[in-house]
């Protein structure tokens, strides 16, 4: 752990938290990540040992806290934890209102899919069983292409096709849809300048935007 060798509270705070990725393992846990594999997920260029790394600091802290269940480690936040939420929130408002350029590494098919799937309004989805494909212009073939599928109030992504057919399929390039979902970009829009197309029934092309929303970031208003 990096030491700045001042009592001041800010450098006490920042010896715990500036380590790479740290906050990003924290902002998982706030979203509702209690498993070792959902957190890769949700931080997907970060390497499992590391993770495993990080994890293992801030239950040293005082931050996180591993417990067993069905005889496998979760992870959950202590109250020291938990109270780091407003600051992670005030951090992703700051992000999205002054650093908005987003470069080609930035653009991750795995981190969109997954902030999808945690987020869409189940509650506006049909009762039965529905699922939306997407389908990423100029990716590599093994991240391409993903499907959402909803049922019973479950929320399943895939990147293999699950054998059900798709209610609506989405084609779009992939920085158009992260920038859609950043709140960049209207889905009124996106839709209206054909940078996102759809292909379905009427009905449930108008209620897509409705059905995936947008990150709660989104609404953050720009300067």
């Avoid at 890769?40 to 269940?69: C, D, F, I, N, Q």
């Avoid at 899919?113 to 049909?126: K, S």
């Avoid at 093994?142 to 699950?162: F, Q, S, T």
Wanted: include cysteine; hydrophobic fraction near 45%.
């Amino acid at each position: 752990m990096t030491t700045y060798g001042q009592f001041c509270p800010v450098a006490k705070a920042m010896e715990v938290l500036d380590e790479r990725w740290t906050l990003l393992v924290v902002r998982e846990l706030l979203a509702g990540s209690t498993r070792f594999n959902e957190l890769r997920r949700g931080v997907p260029k970060m390497s499992p040992a590391l993770l495993a790394k990080r994890l293992r600091s801030l239950e040293r802290a005082g931050v996180v806290r591993r417990y067993e269940a069905d005889d496998h480690p979760g992870y959950r936040l202590t109250q020291a934890g938990e109270e780091l939420r407003p600051l992670v929130e005030s951090l992703g408002a700051w992000g999205t209102r002054w650093v908005g350029g987003l470069g080609e590494a930035d653009l991750d098919p795995h981190l969109l899919m997954w902030d999808m799937r945690r987020t869409v309004p189940v509650n506006a989805w049909p009762r039965e069983r529905t699922v939306v494909a997407f389908r990423f212009d100029g990716v590599s073939a093994p991240v391409a292409h993903w499907w959402l599928v909803v049922r019973d109030g479950e929320v399943d992504i895939c990147d293999y096709d699950p054998g059900y057919e798709a209610t609506v399929t989405v084609s779009a390039a992939l920085r158009t849809l992260v920038r859609v979902w950043r709140g960049d970009l209207s889905w009124q829009m996106a839709l209206r300048g054909e940078a996102v197309s759809l292909d379905g029934p009427a009905e449930a092309r108008r209620d897509l935007p409705v059905w995936l929303g947008q990150s709660p970031l989104a609404v953050v208003p720009r300067p």
